[in-house]
């Protein structure tokens, strides 16, 4: 399997700009994460779907940032217009929940994503 | 108050020590305990999972869970250069079990 897979993997923008970042989840996985990474606050989460739908965004930051998943094989990121503190490593995850419980499993992170907003 | 508290170090040790990580947390409706491993640019990626309370080794990584003092800690032993690297705890459950809280992670050096 391939694993997890983001796009792009670096991404350099200006402030003001918008931003969209990919995720592919692992095949036959249902649930994907995002989540950012920076030295002062460390590993968060945003949002998570659950067969494509999104259970928890209570870590959305604000209004400039947005999620979809149109199918269970693809998911994106937005955010606009962006800050200069947006700027970290986003990544994506996905795991299988198990059928019975609610227990969403071991999640699989994918490489990430470095944004840089200048 | 954080759910999950999580000296961030960093920690060195010579080669072929015993390493032990810590993480305290908050909320005794937690039941899943994870420690991730994250090297340098990457992803993290899952070590050692366990539920509830107890020991669960696995070759040279045992995790351990004490339920009662909400602390969890993951040893290390005969420590490698290899081994170096972030090492996050990360907790399910309570109200949420989709969700994981992550500690702020660990900087481990092995030193040959």
């Known amino acids: 399997d391939a694993g997890v897979i983001q796009s792009p993997r670096h991404e350099v923008t200006e402030m003001g700009q918008e931003v969209t970042l990919r995720c592919k989840p692992i095949s036959g996985h249902n649930s994907l994460f995002w989540y950012r990474q920076t030295m002062m606050r460390g590993l968060e989460l945003l949002i998570y779907f659950n067969n494509n739908v999104p259970i928890d965004d209570s870590g959305m930051p604000e209004d400039r940032f947005s999620a979809k998943m149109p199918n269970a094989s693809f998911s994106t990121l937005k955010i606009q217009p962006s800050e200069p503190r947006d700027s970290a490593v986003y990544f994506c995850?996905?795991?299988?929940?198990?059928?019975?419980?609610?227990?969403?499993?071991?999640?699989?992170f994918g490489p990430g994503t470095r944004l840089t907003v200048t | 108050q954080k759910e999950v508290e999580q000296d961030p170090g960093p920690l060195s040790v010579p080669e072929g020590a015993i390493v032990s990580l810590n993480c305290t947390y908050s909320n005794s409706a937690f039941q899943y305990f994870m420690w991730y491993r994250q090297y340098s640019r990457k992803g993290p990626e899952l070590l050692m999972y366990t539920y509830s309370s107890g020991n669960k080794e696995d070759g040279r990584f045992t995790a351990q869970v004490d339920k009662s003092s909400k602390y969890i800690s993951l040893f290390i032993r005969d420590s490698q250069p290899s081994d170096s690297a972030t090492y996050l705890c990360a907790i399910a459950g309570g109200t949420s079990y989709g969700k994981l809280t992550f500690g702020q992670g660990t900087i481990l050096t092995v030193h040959p």
């Open positions: 995850a996905s795991s299988l929940a198990r059928t019975s419980g609610r227990f969403f499993g071991e999640q699989y």
